[in-house]
């Protein structure tokens, strides 16, 4: 099974911005869609960024602040956070999309001051 490591959260003021990184230990190639989802504290976790070999797609709450893009002969995915906000606050994890055998790996915290 392809590991997942997430790194480049932090703490952050709003308005700021992010640059999460998500290592394979193996090739992504085949994974037609990828993914960055966000767990916020007391809420289930949610997709905010998926890319394919087509093109990429996000929700109304963070399109035009978000950008993910992939590197397939690297094995990484990145998310370029900006603009962020209070409520952007949570866990980020980088997985497949559907992650349809449930992998995660051990995420990365963003924190959003007001």
């Known amino acids: 099974q392809v590991q997942l490591v997430e790194s480049g959260g932090g703490l952050v003021q709003a308005g700021g911005s992010l640059r999460l990184s998500c290592v394979a230990s193996?090739?992504?190639?085949?994974?037609?869609?990828m993914g960055w989802y966000r767990q916020a504290p007391g809420k289930q976790r949610e997709l905010v960024a998926a890319v394919t070999s087509g093109g990429t797609n996000y929700p109304v709450s963070v399109k035009g602040r978000f950008t993910i893009s992939r590197d397939n002969a690297k094995n990484t995915v990145s998310l370029q956070m900006n603009s962020l906000q209070p409520e952007d606050t949570g866990a980020y994890y980088c997985?497949?999309?559907?992650?349809?055998?449930?992998?995660w790996g051990p995420g990365t915290q963003v924190t959003v001051s007001s």
């Open positions: 193996g090739s992504i190639f085949t994974f037609n869609t």
């Open positions: 997985a497949r999309v559907p992650n349809l055998d449930n992998y």
